[in-house]
């Protein structure tokens, strides 16, 4: 169990070169971390109808991305396309991101 989630966060890890997908920061695998790499979900649960549509074209790894913990709790329920707007927004405002050091 443990193993499989690694490797599942090992492959998301190469695929985003160790940058977290909304904020670009680099990521660590350090546990407890702000900067620690976490697996997010593209569609999470609860949006059914973007869900519905999406769904059959994102199967497996390919509906999670590589986020810092501070964007994955930050985010919570927000539809993805809202979510990372937001961030590119904010940080092609020079904007400081919640929790930002
Ligand atoms: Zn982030």
């Known amino acids: 169990m443990t193993r499989k989630r690694n490797n599942s ?4 890890w190469k695929r985003h070169k160790g940058k977290c997908h909304y ?3 680099r990521l660590t695998k350090e546990l407890g971390r702000s900067l620690t790499a976490t697996k ?6 609860g949006n059914d109808f973007v869900h519905r549509l999406f769904r059959p074209k994102i199967k ?4 999670l991305v590589l986020a810092c913990q501070r964007c994955n709790s930050w985010r919570g329920n927000m539809p993805y396309h809202d979510f990372k707007s937001l961030v590119e ?11 930002g050091e």
């Open 9 to 12: 966060l090992e492959k998301l």
């Open 60 to 63: 497996g790894s390919k509906s």
């Open 23 to 25: 904020c670009k920061r």
């Open 40 to 45: 997010d979900h593209i569609y999470a649960a």
């Open 89 to 99: 927004g904010k940080l092609s405002r020079g904007e400081r991101l919640p929790g």
